[in-house]
């Protein structure tokens, strides 16, 4: 069974460029969860989606969007980059509750 | 105080070592608790799930909750090099029946000496 998949894998951006993140969950699992990770706060809970609806948010500013598709495919997107979004981000599906699969992430630099 | 405190080691054994990972936390509804195993420049890979108190037990890892000191441990059995990575906590409430939303300690990172 194919595993969580997310591209790019690494993207180098410039400050006030925006970006857009892809992840195609575990087939069947309808819920996905973004997190940003980072040395300093770690991994940090962004949004998640279930059904195409947004079902939970964390505390980031409104910057970070996301969507999720009828196949359950979603992305995540950055607007007006900063030099501190520099991070891992990570997406994890989900078919029951408390079992969370995650991608490899993509590895996001601003400059 | 954070919601969510994990010893960040970094933590050296020999092999065959028993490895112990703890974390402590404040939100007394929590109700679900992981374990993440994440290697250098991978994705967090889920070891154990639990919920509520008790103890969980999946071959050399054995997981524990203590709810009434909001404490929760991993054992390692027979630690091997190839159990060198950083370890993760995390939980959550899972309210309002979201999946999402998990609560992660920083990590402790684990290495096993040959």
């Known amino acids: 069974k194919a595993g969580v998949t997310q591209t790019p894998r690494y993207l180098i951006k410039t400050r006030g460029q925006q970006v857009t993140l892809s992840c195609s969950p575990i087939?069947?699992?309808?819920?996905v969860s973004w997190y940003q990770q980072t040395p300093g706060q770690g991994l940090q809970f962004l949004f998640e989606?279930?059904?195409?609806?947004?079902?939970n948010k964390g505390n980031f500013p409104g910057r970070f969007s996301g969507r999720q598709f009828s196949n359950s495919r979603s992305e995540m997107n950055v607007s007006t980059l900063e030099l501190g979004d520099s991070a891992l981000y990570l997406c994890a599906s989900s078919l029951v509750v408390g079992e969370q699969y995650f991608g490899p992430g993509t590895r996001l630099t601003v400059t | 105080q954070k919601e969510v405190e994990q010893d960040p080691g970094p933590l050296s054994v020999p092999e065959g070592a028993i490895v112990s990972l703890n974390c402590t936390y404040s939100n007394s509804a929590f109700q679900y608790f992981m374990w993440y195993r994440q290697y250098s420049r991978k994705g967090p890979e889920l070891l154990m799930y639990?919920?509520?108190?008790g103890n969980k037990e999946d071959g050399r890892f054995t997981a524990q909750v203590d709810k009434s000191s909001k404490y929760i441990s991993l054992f390692i059995r027979d630690s091997q090099p190839s159990d060198s990575a950083t370890y993760l906590c995390a939980m959550s409430d899972l309210t309002g029946g979201s999946q999402g939303n998990l609560i992660f300690g920083k990590g402790t990172k684990l290495s096993v000496k040959p």
């Open positions: 639990t919920y509520s108190s």
């Open positions: 989606y279930f059904s195409e609806t947004q079902r």
């Open positions: 087939s069947g699992h309808r819920s």
